[in-house]
């Protein structure tokens, strides 16, 4: 292990430390907005800035050239009791204009004036043409070791530790778009290892779209808003985008994993990563083995049914990179094993006759197990999202030795498009000297000059050979580290603008997706085809839709159909006979129940020792509980309060994973329409405040656990809740309903609960 890496592991116990104590003050509710409470006056005594949360770290201090500085991350932060100009002048005032007199026109010699404006005029760059819209964390990766025999790379050798930044997003959004559109999401990790920095940029889908980089500009263009009316925002769910999907049919494969659950994660903590593309390992033999990297969420892989993802995005579009955050302040710190499928780097570059080179095609983990070689732990949430999140910069090509690009048509673009944009959108060349994109090994690398130059280079030969530098710097060989590509022969051939007849097969492996899906899933898929292909508004686009689905199952197409009014479309292709591959399927397991969230709605008067209890056991349990009720504020007797997260006019049932029920709420006075809509006179009636029966009828309806005690039975029987439906426990103890409930949450939803048809 080697002593650069220290402080991470170091930072990541400090973290751990601090969420304790705070857990220990009864502050583990996450969600405080600054490191102390705010004060009601305004405070007057100079001091100087408060230190970061707990749960926030900075990049690591490194110069523009990757040398470890030692200086403090708050020495690279604002500094000082008093307000400056950006040049360190200190400033009597920053609220009025210099003028000709109170009422007369302002002078254009107010200097800070002029620098405060134009820096408020250039604070935006222009965002990511795709995955505008990200979240992002700190993290260490540890190795297992299990990858030495495969690659020579430093950073996988047992025991090794490596400082990570991890960026999610949504791929069509623009920045100011919802988290929980249903949208593929990226998955991208920065590894700053002691060899320079390798990128691993992935997404939740192993698959692409499009076989070859040429093709990317069109199924981007055709996702995004028409460019006539710049609408709808974030949404696949439109003409332009499944008239290109259905007519380039390559997009089958994707297009459907889009459509399945895994379009619409539960967080982002519980999704899958992939490399999608195959990359080519060499180890120290200089023996070459073809590899996919998977990244697996220890908490598993959880999706929003689609009712609940829309209402979601109306009520907290920032719920995933909130839940993030949240998660990681309370001390949940995320974590995923990375793993590798393995392939023999054969001529053809095929496995059980998968073209290891088409990015649309899986290889099923049945025929290639997933190996697992290491575990990532995100631990830090940014200090600053522009500074890090907004402007890290993620590049395929950036490798380390032992890990090297394969012909794949659609990765070799990306090697050109990443430097390309970041150009752009980071002003220059100089990206790499941005904190967030620093090295953390050392950088000579004779490049000078350019937009936004922070090292300072010394020496006057920028180039090689030289000699009135030394020579320096000196190229380096295999044994001194070198980055060498694989020597891989390229077959002599012609010049085409073609693609292998292996690329044809655009449905064989959708059917495979199809067939490994549980019934469950069957029926999500068929509703998001059927809503996706409704909110088109050209027939021809619709009927191409079902000719599509037909290629894929005949069931599917016919559903759809159905909700569409239209005739089924017959199979222009003879359908394929796969086996089913059980790895695909989301369902049927248990998973741990960390930072999962726990509603517990009370009557604000009855059982609040039972609600203590409740709230000690969730906690206990490595989950997060709030409480609901009519008002906030706090509970029961000053020396023992509970306090209220949640009231019944700002919690919705998305917020919650499982809900218990402690009292019977009757109508709190502003459960009237005219003050909150989720109400209604027949439901007042009922003696129960509406907008718990709301929370509870929502909850249930999108297979979420509920659970009752004492008065709370009496809840779910105004709800319509039987206290025998599945996912559904009434009666006995607190302590044994929750119990109950844990082990519901295990299974994510209560999916017996609904009968599927398919």
């Not at 751990?16 to 969420?19: D, F, P, R, S, Y």
């Not at 719920?319 to 998660?327: G, M, P």
């Given at each position: 292990?080697?002593?650069?890496?220290?402080?991470?592991?170091?930072?990541?116990?400090k973290i751990?430390?601090?969420?304790k104590?705070?857990?220990?003050?009864?502050?583990?509710?996450?969600?405080a907005?600054?490191?102390?409470?705010?004060r009601?006056?305004e405070?007057?005594?100079p001091?100087?800035?408060?230190?970061?949360?707990h749960?926030?770290?900075?990049?690591?201090?490194?110069?523009?050239?990757?040398?470890?500085?030692?200086?403090?991350?708050?020495?690279?932060?604002?500094?000082?009791a008093?307000?400056?100009?950006a040049?360190?002048?200190?400033?009597?005032?920053?609220?009025?204009?210099?003028?000709?007199?109170?009422?007369?026109?302002?002078?254009?010699?107010?200097?800070?004036l002029?620098?405060?404006?134009?820096h408020?005029d250039?604070?935006?760059?222009?965002?990511?043409?795709?995955?505008a819209?990200?979240?992002?964390a700190?993290?260490?990766?540890?190795?297992?070791g299990?990858?030495?025999?495969?690659?020579?790379?430093?950073?996988?050798?047992?025991?090794?530790?490596?400082?990570?930044?991890?960026?999610?997003?949504?791929?069509?959004?623009?920045?100011g778009?919802a988290?929980?559109?249903?949208?593929?999401?990226?998955?991208?990790?920065?590894?700053?290892?002691?060899?320079?920095?390798?990128?691993?940029v992935?997404?939740?889908?192993?698959?692409?779209?499009?076989?070859?980089?040429?093709?990317?500009?069109?199924?981007?263009?055709?996702?995004?808003?028409?460019?006539d009316?710049e609408?709808?925002?974030?949404?696949?769910?439109?003409?332009?985008?499944?008239d290109?999907?259905?007519?380039?049919?390559?997009?089958?494969?994707?297009?459907?994993?889009?459509?399945?659950?895994?379009?619409?994660p539960?967080?982002?903590?519980?999704?899958?990563?992939?490399?999608?593309?195959?990359?080519?390992l060499?180890?120290?033999a200089?023996?070459?083995?073809?590899?996919?990297?998977?990244?697996?969420p220890k908490?598993?892989v959880?999706?929003?049914?689609?009712e609940?993802a829309q209402?979601?995005?109306?009520?907290?579009?920032d719920?995933?990179?909130?839940?993030?955050?949240?998660?990681i302040e309370?001390?949940?710190?995320?974590?995923?094993?990375?793993?590798v499928?393995?392939?023999?780097?054969?001529?053809?570059q095929?496995?059980?006759?998968?073209?290891l080179?088409?990015?649309t095609?899986?290889?099923?983990?049945?025929?290639?197990?997933?190996?697992?070689?290491?575990?990532?732990?995100?631990?830090?949430?940014p200090?600053?999202?522009?500074?890090?999140?907004?402007?890290?910069?993620?590049?395929?090509?950036?490798?380390?030795?032992?890990?090297?690009?394969?012909?794949d048509?659609?990765?070799?673009?990306?090697?050109?498009?990443?430097?390309?944009?970041?150009?752009?959108?980071?002003?220059?060349?100089?990206?790499?000297?941005?904190?967030?994109?620093?090295?953390?090994?050392?950088?000579?690398?004779?490049?000078?000059?350019?937009?936004?130059q922070?090292?300072?280079?010394?020496g006057v030969?920028p180039?090689?050979?030289n000699?009135?530098?030394?020579?320096?710097?000196?190229?380096?060989?295999?044994?001194?580290?070198?980055?060498?590509?694989?020597?891989?022969?390229?077959?002599?051939?012609?010049?085409?603008?073609?693609?292998?007849?292996?690329?044809?097969?655009?449905?064989?492996?959708?059917?495979?997706f199809?067939?490994?899906?549980?019934?469950?899933?069957?029926?999500?898929?068929?509703?998001a085809?059927t809503?996706?292909l409704g909110?088109?508004?050209?027939?021809?686009?619709?009927?191409?839709?079902?000719?599509?689905l037909?290629?894929?199952?005949?069931?599917?197409?016919a559903?759809?159909?159905?909700?569409?009014?239209?005739?089924?479309?017959?199979?222009?292709?003879?359908?394929?006979?796969?086996?089913?591959?059980p790895?695909?399927?989301?369902?049927?397991h248990?998973?741990?129940?960390?930072?999962?969230?726990?509603?517990?709605?009370?009557?604000?008067?009855?059982?609040?020792?039972?609600?203590?209890?409740?709230?000690?056991?969730?906690?206990?349990?490595?989950?997060?509980?709030l409480?609901?009720?009519?008002?906030g504020?706090k509970?029961?007797?000053?020396?023992?309060p509970?306090?209220?997260?949640?009231?019944?006019?700002?919690?919705?049932?998305?917020?919650?994973?499982?809900?218990?029920?402690?009292g019977?709420?009757?109508?709190a006075?502003?459960?009237?329409?005219?003050?909150?809509?989720?109400?209604?006179?027949?439901?007042t009636?009922?003696?129960?405040?509406?907008?718990?029966?709301?929370l509870?009828?929502?909850?249930?309806r999108?297979?979420?656990?509920?659970?009752?005690?004492?008065d709370g039975?009496r809840?779910?029987e105004?709800a319509?809740?039987?206290?025998?439906?599945?996912?559904?426990?009434?009666?006995?103890?607190?302590?044994?309903?929750?119990?109950?409930?844990?082990?519901l949450?295990?299974?994510h939803?209560?999916w017996?609960?609904?009968t599927?048809?398919?």
């Open positions: 292990m080697s002593e650069k890496k220290n402080p991470v592991s170091a930072a990541a116990e751990a430390g601090k969420v104590d705070a857990v220990s003050t009864g502050n583990e509710i996450p969600g907005p600054g490191p102390q409470p705010a009601l006056d405070p007057t005594e001091r100087g800035p408060l230190p970061p949360k749960d926030q770290r900075g990049p690591e201090t490194v110069s523009p050239t990757g040398q470890p500085t030692g200086t403090p991350q708050d020495e690279v932060a604002q500094g000082g008093y307000l400056t100009t040049q360190g002048a200190r400033l009597y005032d920053t609220d009025h204009s210099l003028k000709a007199g109170p009422r007369g026109p302002v002078l254009l010699q107010d200097h800070h002029r620098e405060k404006i134009t408020f250039h604070e935006r760059i222009p965002e990511r043409v795709v995955h819209r990200g979240a992002a700190h993290g260490v990766f540890r190795a297992y299990a990858a030495a025999g495969i690659t020579k790379a430093a950073f996988l050798a047992e025991g090794a530790e490596t400082p990570v930044f991890v960026r999610f997003s949504t791929v069509l959004g623009s920045r778009s988290d929980t559109v249903r949208d593929t999401r990226g998955f991208a990790t920065k590894f700053y290892t002691d060899e320079g920095v390798f990128d691993l992935g997404n939740n889908i192993p698959v692409f779209f499009v076989q070859d980089a040429i093709k990317f500009p069109d199924v981007i263009h055709a996702g995004k808003p028409h460019p009316r609408i709808p925002q974030a949404q696949s769910a439109h003409d332009t985008f499944w290109f999907v259905t007519l380039h049919t390559e997009a089958t494969h994707h297009t459907l994993w889009n459509m399945s659950d895994r379009g619409i539960r967080s982002l903590r519980m999704m899958e990563g992939f490399g999608v593309h195959t990359f080519r060499v180890n120290a200089g023996e070459t083995t073809l590899v996919k990297f998977h990244w697996k908490l598993g959880h999706s929003q049914v689609w609940e209402i979601t995005s109306g009520m907290d579009p719920f995933h990179r909130r839940d993030l955050a949240d998660a309370a001390g949940t710190f995320p974590q995923w094993e990375l793993g499928q393995t392939f023999p780097d054969t001529e053809d095929m496995f059980e006759g998968i073209d080179l088409d990015p095609k899986i290889v099923p983990e049945e025929l290639a197990p997933v190996r697992p070689i290491g575990l990532m732990t995100l631990n830090a949430n200090s600053n999202y522009f500074a890090e999140t907004e402007q890290v910069a993620f590049h395929v090509g950036h490798l380390v030795p032992g890990i090297d690009v394969t012909d048509a659609l990765m070799q673009g990306r090697l050109f498009s990443y430097v390309d944009t970041q150009i752009t959108r980071l002003g220059g060349p100089n990206f790499a000297q941005l904190p967030i994109n620093r090295t953390h090994a050392p950088v000579n690398d004779m490049l000078r000059d350019g937009m936004h922070t090292a300072v280079h010394r030969a180039y090689r050979p000699s009135v530098d030394g020579g320096c710097p000196f190229v380096a060989g295999a044994d001194t580290g070198a980055y060498i590509e694989v020597p891989v022969e390229v077959p002599a051939s012609r010049k085409v603008r073609e693609a292998a007849a292996s690329f044809d097969d655009h449905f064989s492996q959708a059917r495979l199809w067939l490994s899906m549980t019934p469950t899933e069957r029926e999500h898929i068929t509703a085809y809503f996706e909110k088109c508004w050209d027939q021809a686009v619709k009927e191409r839709g079902l000719k599509v037909a290629n894929i199952d005949p069931r599917l197409c559903h759809v159909a159905q909700g569409l009014g239209l005739p089924a479309q017959e199979a222009t292709v003879p359908l394929a006979s796969p086996e089913p591959s790895a695909l399927s989301q369902l049927g248990t998973w741990p129940v960390d930072g999962r969230v726990v509603g517990i709605v009370t009557d604000g008067e009855s059982a609040l020792d039972a609600v203590r209890q409740a709230r000690g056991a969730i906690l206990d349990a490595g989950m997060v509980p409480v609901v009720a009519a008002s504020g509970l029961g007797p000053d020396g023992d509970v306090t209220v997260q949640r009231t019944f006019t700002t919690a919705r049932s998305i917020e919650f994973d499982a809900i218990v029920v402690a019977a709420p009757a109508p006075p502003d459960a009237y329409g005219a003050r909150d809509a989720k109400t209604d006179a027949a439901a009636a009922t003696g129960v405040d509406p907008r718990v029966l709301l509870l009828t929502e909850a249930f999108h297979g979420k656990a509920i659970g009752a005690w004492g039975g809840v779910l105004k319509g809740l039987a206290a025998d439906a599945p996912g559904v426990v009434a009666g006995g103890a607190a302590s044994t309903v929750l119990d109950s409930i844990t082990e949450l295990a299974g939803r209560a017996d609960r609904f599927p048809a398919l």
